[in-house]
């Protein structure tokens, strides 16, 4: 076999131009990029190998051919870490999540072929080269020539999974918008398995390789500039999972393709006919990425579903498979934005468009807000969204999807052509619950292919199923923001319901004042009255910081009966007041805390006592308990109201009252590991008792 040099060169010419055209596209895109970055060094990289295999390839000394590779060989070195960090990072919004989860085996990436290079430079071919049946040389390679093509074959298979998983997670416009990359990075790595598998094999470098490497190189090329001027060079992300190499097809089919290859190479070098791997394999790469994209074609793809409905009369959707991977998907998301992105991928998946979209209406429908949607949204969203209005108006009074005329003839008011194309809207479905509209989803048109009844059922159903699944993640973020409202409402009024306390304890000393002004003891004990209750209010606005914070108790060892004699001290509550304490061991509690539900019983029980009513204030020991009593003689309760109405927040006989306080006394005692308790009768009084354990006793 020959090979023309005129071919030769004209090959490595036009592979290096065009390297360098489509690494400085990818800068154009986005310079700042990571992923165009680690592109264009990638490119630069293949283009300087081209021009160093070129010399080695038209050597005329053995010497000058293995210097040369070896040339090569150290370029090539820079191609696992720089084409690891691009398929990383190409067109995923979270690629800083992978170079995170990736950092060591990027590192490696770089460090290991260049260790490789730098350290065994003379064992990475032998010296001795020869020249093969077909006029070409061949070189034996050394250990680190080996360990070099491991690595770069370990790298490529890494690659292509990681472009597998990207094209995988995209859909609609981005997929068509992105498919043109993958497809020319994956042939380009397919051709550096294929050869770096035969190097492995057969330990042998042969410069033969040089035409199809540059003709695989020159395809990718096409294929990667199709693919800028197809997105108008724009650049586009989304979220990519992080489980990347989670069934991936890479693997499945490179491990069938090396061991194919394994068992056909021992075939070979038993019949002598090493050679015809060499040979011939640009062909097979062609026909790869013909098939590869007959298969990412949507328009491919659907008349092959197509022709098998009308062919074999079966149903064209599986319906069973089609909504339990829906109702699957969409079961797992509880974010609506989720959802809204799963439901739109789904559909534009199932009906081969490549903008789908769905618009959720606000009240008064003056601007619809895009949810989710396949298809890239301009700089200007606000405006964008303003200019559906008018659609969002016209499909809320009719039923069942809706044809939109794209053409001059759009008998839309306020809606133009040229909104519908750039928006890529050709059939709305509203959202519908009942009568209450929730939003429309848009599709964009599919070629020239006609969308059937069974097409427009279909998607009614799925925007029945939508608007319901929105409706519910709706109400379940409606029902956290109640939720959170009524943590709050119930934190005024606990804050308020202390506040009250406290104006009341200083409402009783200013009512006694002119009194007993002049008695130097009620002076004293007045001014103590209202140094704490100054103290207790700026306690109470530090508290109005800690709103986020957990509640916390801050215990310490305490004597009961000396907490209960400070709280009564200076407390006039117009009412007799009795103590009977018995001794008791110090237990761990938080004293403010307890003070707390000592004041609210004690004001409760003077507010339901008559004049000259006694209460009694006691305390005793009860088995593994601290039992703390208030006992009046006031007008007492129900035991209706008790069974269903005592301790619940809002809820209270008192005149003016609110139910605050013995709903906080309670949280405040089972906080403590205890419980309140409370026997009553109607006009005879109530005992509330604070049981304590003693277990914490010090």
């Known amino acids: 076999m020959t090979f023309d040099p005129q071919l030769s060169i004209l090959i490595c010419l036009s592979s290096v131009i065009l390297c360098v055209l489509t690494a400085s596209l990818a800068l154009v895109r986005n310079v700042r990029s990571p992923a165009y970055q680690a592109f264009a060094l990638g490119m630069a990289t293949f283009a300087a190998q081209t021009v160093l295999s070129y010399l080695s390839f038209n050597a005329v000394l053995p010497g000058q051919a293995v210097l040369w590779y070896r040339w090569h060989m150290a370029a090539q070195a820079l191609i696992p870490g720089s084409w690891l960090l691009f398929s990383l990072s190409y067109s995923r919004s979270n690629f800083s999540e992978f170079w995170g989860k990736w950092k060591w085996p990027i590192l490696a990436a770089f460090l290991f072929p260049a260790c490789l290079v730098s350290f065994g430079w003379n064992l990475l071919l032998a010296n001795a ?12 390679i050394g250990w680190s020539g080996y360990g070099l ?224 949607s396949t298809g890239s949204m301009p700089e200007d969203v606000v405006e964008f969204e303003e200019r559906a209005a008018p659609l969002l108006k016209y499909v809320r009074d009719r039923q069942g999807p809706v044809f939109v005329c794209r053409t001059s003839e759009c008998d839309i008011p306020g809606i133009s052509p040229e909104f519908l194309e750039k928006a890529g809207i050709d059939r709305c479905a509203p959202l519908r619950i009942g009568s209450h509209f929730i939003g429309l989803m848009t599709l964009d048109k599919r070629s020239e292919l006609p969308f059937s009844i069974e097409d427009s059922d279909l998607l009614e159903t799925f925007a029945d199923q939508a608007a319901g699944l929105i409706l519910n993640r709706k109400l379940f973020e409606s029902r956290e923001r109640v939720m959170e409202m009524e943590s709050f409402r119930i934190f005024s009024s606990f804050f308020a319901h202390d506040l009250k306390n406290v ?53 310490s060892p305490c004597d009961l009966d000396e907490l209960v004699s400070d709280t009564l001290s200076g407390l006039e509550l117009g009412r007799p007041l009795v103590t009977d304490l018995c001794p008791a061991p110090k237990i761990s509690l938080d004293a403010e805390q307890i003070q707390k539900v000592l004041l609210n019983l004690l004001l409760n029980a003077a507010e339901s006592s008559g004049d000259g009513e006694q209460i009694r204030v006691w305390t005793r020991c009860e088995g593994p308990w601290l039992r703390l009593s208030v006992t009046d003689r006031g007008c007492g309760m129900s035991q209706e109201f008790i069974n269903k109405s005592l301790f619940h927040p809002f809820r209270t006989t008192k005149q003016g009252g609110s139910g605050i306080g013995l709903y906080q006394s309670r949280m405040i005692a089972e906080a403590h590991g205890g419980r309140i308790e409370v026997q009553s009768r109607e006009g005879h009084g109530s005992t509330f008792s604070v049981f304590l354990p003693l277990d914490g006793a010090v």
């Open 149 to 372: 093509n491991v690595t770069l074959l370990l790298c490529s298979v890494l690659v292509l999974a990681n472009l597998e998983k990207t094209l995988r997670t995209s859909c609609g416009a981005i997929r068509w918008q992105i498919k043109f990359s993958v497809l020319g990075v994956g042939i380009l790595f397919a051709a550096v398995i294929y050869t770096s598998t035969q190097v492995l094999l057969f330990r042998f470098v042969r410069t033969d390789f040089f035409n199809f490497n540059g003709a695989i190189l020159d395809l990718a090329n096409i294929l990667l500039i199709i693919s800028a001027f197809r997105n108008r060079l724009r650049d586009e992300r989304f979220y990519v999972s992080l489980d990347v190499l989670r069934g991936s097809l890479t693997f499945l089919v490179i491990g069938l393709y090396l061991l194919g290859l394994g068992l056909f190479a021992k075939l070979a070098v038993n019949l002598r006919i090493g050679g015809v791997l060499f040979g011939k394999g640009f062909i097979v790469i062609a026909a790869l990425l013909g098939v590869a994209l007959l298969l990412l074609s949507e328009k491919v793809r659907y008349r092959v579903r197509r022709f098998i409905h009308l062919n074999f009369r079966k149903p064209y959707y599986d319906y069973r498979k089609l909504f339990t991977d829906f109702t699957r998907t969409t079961s797992s998301e509880i974010d609506l934005h989720r959802v809204c992105q799963v439901i739109v991928k789904t559909v534009s998946e199932t009906f081969a468009s490549r903008i789908v979209t769905i618009w959720l209406s606000s009240e008064g429908f003056d601007r619809p807000t895009i949810a989710a």
């Open 129 to 140: 080269a020869t020249v093969s049946e077909n006029g070409c040389w061949a070189m034996p």
């Open 503 to 555: 104006a009341s304890t200083l409402s009783l000393t200013l009512t006694n004042l002119p009194v007993h002004y002049k008695n130097p003891e009620f002076r004293a004990d007045a001014l103590k009255t209202m140094s704490k209750t100054v103290d207790k209010i700026l306690n109470m606005c530090r508290s109005l910081s800690a709103l986020e914070q957990k509640f916390e108790l801050h215990k």
